[in-house]
């Protein structure tokens, strides 16, 4: 639970690391092996390791926090349809800004 947190309250990091790795961008599909890697990779960055199978509950555990935010919709099982926009600009940094129904990530 506490990695769940800590994922949730570093959202914007986490997407900004993940976009590094992953196309992420308004309406593209993302799956949960790819939000697993993303966050073994992520935590392993502050020095915090997890096996795949605790990253694969940790990745199901912040997919379904997003899902509930509205941040990402179902579309399959193990596969989400991004529902906000990321901007790149010149320092390609990412902070979510939200809009009505739809977030925007850019800085």
Same mark, same amino acid.
């Given at each position: 639970? +506490?990695?769940?947190? !800590?994922?949730? @309250? ?19 599909? $993302?799956?949960?092996?790819?939000? +697993?890697?993303? $966050? ?9 390791? !997890?096996?795949?199978? +605790? ?10 926090? !997003? ?15 991004? =529902?906000?926009? $990321?901007? +790149? @600009? =010149? ?17």
């Amino acid at each position: 639970m +506490q990695y769940l947190n !800590l994922l949730l @309250n570093e959202k914007k990091a986490f997407f900004k690391f993940m976009k590094t790795k992953y196309p992420l961008f308004y309406n593209s599909n $993302i799956f949960l092996r790819d939000i +697993q890697y993303a $966050i073994k990779s992520y935590l392993e960055k502050k020095e915090i390791n !997890l096996t795949y199978p +605790q990253a694969e509950k940790l990745a199901i555990e912040f997919a379904a926090a !997003l899902e509930k935010d509205g941040e990402l919709v179902n579309i399959a099982p193990n596969a989400w349809k991004i =529902n906000f926009m $990321i901007e +790149q @600009n =010149n320092n390609t940094a990412a902070t979510m800004l939200e809009t009505d129904n739809v977030k925007e990530v850019s800085q």
